[in-house]
Nanobody
Framework: QVQLVESGGGLVQTGDSLKLSCTAS????????MAWFRQVPGKQRELVAV???????NVASFVQGRFTISRDNAKNTVYLQLNILQPEDTAVYYC???????????????????WGQGTRVTVSS
């Protein structure tokens, strides 16, 4: 059974940092795209960052310069470093995997095949 399990969320203050982790089991994802999405109640889930098997990244403009995605294929784990957190970053953050061999980054929710259960990040002002 394939599982993606996120960890590292929590309650922090404006300007703080967090590092989220997503560890996969049941299958190796070293050849696949991995990504982080986030969602707040009443809004659509949005792509935060995506990373290719080779380590190329694409980060959403609204977090560029503050958030960094990385991966450790040996650990089957993807990370999201969140710096200078703002109240508007409050959301549930989801890890996802896309079994794609395309040269183009997947960006749409339906392009991702596996999802974690999410980890909550709350940023107080």
């Amino acid at each position: 059974q394939v599982q993606l399990v996120e960890s590292g969320g929590g309650l922090v203050q404006t300007g703080d940092s967090l590092k989220l982790s997503c560890t996969a089991s049941g299958r190796a994802f070293s050849e696949d795209y991995m990504a982080w999405f986030r969602q707040v109640p009443g809004k659509q889930r949005e792509l935060v960052a995506v990373i290719s098997s080779g380590g190329s990244t694409n980060v959403a403009s609204f977090v560029q310069g503050r958030f960094t995605i990385s991966r450790d294929n040996a650990k089957n784990t993807v990370y999201l470093q969140l710096n200078i957190l703002q109240p508007e970053d409050t959301a549930v953050y989801y890890c996802a995997a896309a079994l794609s061999r395309s040269n183009y980054f997947p960006r749409e929710i339906d392009q991702f095949d596996y999802w974690g259960q999410g980890t909550r990040v709350t940023v107080s002002s």
